[in-house]
Antibody, heavy 126, light 109 residues
């Protein structure tokens, strides 16, 4: 079955970086894009950005431009999200989720998400 | 940025009753609207896309309607497993952005 398995919880100090992984299985990885969404404790959902697993094209939420980088490794069907210069308000659960469109035909990540990973808790604390 | 406003924030419903959740967009998103269900400690689950199309495996008691700026998610007869938080999400690509509503918590009355 289609599955996205995320890496384990992280604790980081302010100013550090974190890199979260998302390993896909059950489908052809390069046929779809991956979005990243985060959720601060007790809060709603915030879209962070998207990457095409076909060609690596990205688009990021304006708020995070310059601090976030999304990449993929097609040899292992894994997507990565790196967030730099961490602050306390980056404390959240980070989700990866699949964009169900044929990613060879699209250039942006503004779509719904049909399969989600279980989430990775990132805690930023001194 | 398109702002999505969900109401009410909390909805108290008895099992077996009908629940109606609303989502309003600050400008038209056509039918580019999805609904998700999230239970405590779990990831969101896609329920509806295209404003009214049920995702794979979603029971028929969930239905979505609306277009433009006003949308509704209806759960026809609430089951115990339906008590959760529900989020709407717009994916209209102009202006280029993707935003979620603040959520509606459906709790047991």
């Amino acid at each position: 079955q289609v599955q996205l398995v995320q890496s384990g919880a992280e604790v980081k100090k302010p100013g550090a970086s974190v890199k979260v992984s998302c390993k896909a299985s059950g489908y052809t990885f390069t046929s779809y894009g991956i979005s990243w969404v985060r959720q601060a404790p007790g809060q709603g959902l915030e879209w962070m950005g998207w990457i095409s697993a076909y060609n690596g094209n990205t688009n990021y939420a304006q708020k995070l431009q310059g601090r976030v980088t999304m990449t993929t490794d097609t040899s292992t069907s894994t997507a990565y999200m790196e967030l730099r210069s961490l602050r306390s308000d980056d404390t959240a659960v980070y989700y990866c989720a699949r964009d169900p469109r044929d990613t060879a035909m699209v250039t942006d990540g503004y779509y719904y998400m049909d399969v989600w990973g279980k989430g990775t808790t990132v805690t930023v604390s001194s | 940025e398109i702002v999505m406003t969900q109401s009410p924030a909390t909805l108290s419903v008895s099992p077996g009753e009908r629940a109606t959740l609303s989502c309003r967009a600050s400008q038209s998103v056509s039918s580019n609207l999805a609904w998700y269900q999230q239970k405590p400690g779990q990831a969101p689950r896609l329920l509806i896309y295209g404003a009214s199309t049920r995702a794979t495996g979603i029971p028929a008691r969930f239905s979505g309607s609306g277009s433009g700026t006003e949308f509704t998610l209806t759960i026809s007869s609430l089951q115990s497993e339906d008590f959760a938080v529900y989020y709407c999400q717009q994916y209209n690509n102009w202006p280029p952005t993707l935003t979620f509503g603040g959520g509606t918590k459906v709790e047991i009355k």
